[in-house]
């Protein structure tokens, strides 16, 4: 015998904003599950627990919300960097508030190591990520666009940055150390990410999937060394 409406349990309402966040949250878990195509309205509001047409206040449809899961997914990588920078020994850490690549108080330390470091934690918290969280990293690169919409705060870890502005200070740091010359930073940043980027890719959906974990570390580190001393 079904429950009389007056017996049912009300649905627990949204102020304005807060159901566009909670459909952002569960479109990240769905994508963390099962990557962008995961990310399925009707799983999303069923998930939170509302109609499916509540929905479309906030998305106008699908490609709406994997979009903003996309920023979400960006957003996660970049803190998975700034991690990674944090955790690194108190001299070669720095300010995650001011520039990655700033030059070390201490005039003793060598800005030359503490830039190279600071390049490769970011390169190691990249492949980390895409292998701890493939379904992310996978929506994370989604959704096509530009590089215009690649500042926006939606994209962005807790320091601002999001990955790409993340790497490009840190790049700003080689040349502030005397690693990089002048007229060899310009683009750069798109050499890295390639490199990275193209090694992550063979890890989660290339023929790399079946490499054993010391192998897959080795190559990690040899990726990282030819990109640290070839820019």
């Given at each position: 015998?079904?429950?009389?409406?007056?017996?049912?349990?009300?649905?627990?309402?949204?102020?304005?904003?807060?159901?566009?966040?909670?459909?952002?949250?569960?479109?990240?878990?769905?994508?963390?599950?099962?990557?962008?195509?995961?990310?399925?309205?009707?799983?999303?509001?069923?998930?939170?627990?509302?109609?499916?047409?509540?929905?479309?206040?906030?998305?106008?449809?699908?490609?709406?919300?994997?979009?903003?899961?996309?920023?979400?997914?960006?957003?996660?990588?970049?803190?998975?960097?700034?991690?990674?920078?944090?955790?690194?020994?108190?001299?070669?850490?720095?300010?995650?508030?001011?520039?990655?690549?700033?030059?070390?108080?201490?005039?003793?330390?060598?800005?030359?190591?503490?830039?190279?470091?600071?390049?490769?934690?970011?390169?190691?918290?990249?492949?980390?990520?895409?292998?701890?969280?493939?379904?992310?990293?996978?929506?994370?690169?989604?959704?096509?666009?530009?590089?215009?919409?690649?500042?926006?705060?939606?994209?962005?870890?807790?320091?601002?940055?999001?990955a790409f502005q993340l790497v490009a200070a840190?790049?700003?740091?080689?040349?502030?150390?005397?690693?990089?010359?002048v007229e060899r930073r310009p683009g750069a940043?798109?050499?890295?990410?390639?490199?990275?980027?193209?090694?992550?890719?063979?890890?989660?959906?290339?023929?790399?999937?079946?490499?054993?974990?010391?192998?897959?570390?080795?190559?990690?580190?040899?990726?990282?060394?030819?990109?640290?001393?070839?820019?």
């Amino acid at each position: 015998m079904a429950t009389p409406a007056a017996d049912r349990p009300k649905r627990e309402t949204y102020r304005h904003g807060d159901l566009r966040r909670a459909l952002i949250e569960a479109g990240v878990e769905l994508a963390r599950a099962g990557g962008p195509d995961a990310i399925v309205l009707r799983a999303a509001t069923r998930q939170v627990g509302v109609a499916p047409n509540a929905a479309y206040r906030h998305f106008a449809d699908a490609k709406a919300l994997q979009r903003a899961v996309c920023g979400a997914a960006q957003a996660e990588l970049a803190r998975a960097m700034e991690g990674q920078l944090s955790a690194l020994p108190e001299d070669v850490a720095g300010p995650l508030d001011g520039p990655i690549g700033g030059a070390p108080d201490d005039a003793t330390e060598d800005p030359a190591r503490i830039a190279r470091i600071r390049l490769r934690a970011l390169g190691e918290a990249y492949l980390d990520f895409a292998e701890a969280e493939p379904g992310l990293f996978r929506t994370a690169f989604s959704v096509p666009d530009d590089m215009s919409g690649s500042t926006s705060p939606q994209l962005a870890g807790d320091t601002g940055y999001g990955a790409f502005q993340l790497v490009a200070a840190a790049l700003d740091g080689l040349v502030t150390a005397g690693v990089l010359s002048v007229e060899r930073r310009p683009g750069a940043e798109f050499v890295a990410w390639a490199a990275v980027h193209g090694l992550a890719v063979l890890l989660i959906d290339g023929p790399l999937r079946g490499v054993d974990r010391p192998q897959l570390v080795d190559i990690g580190e040899r990726v990282l060394d030819m990109l640290e001393h070839g820019l």
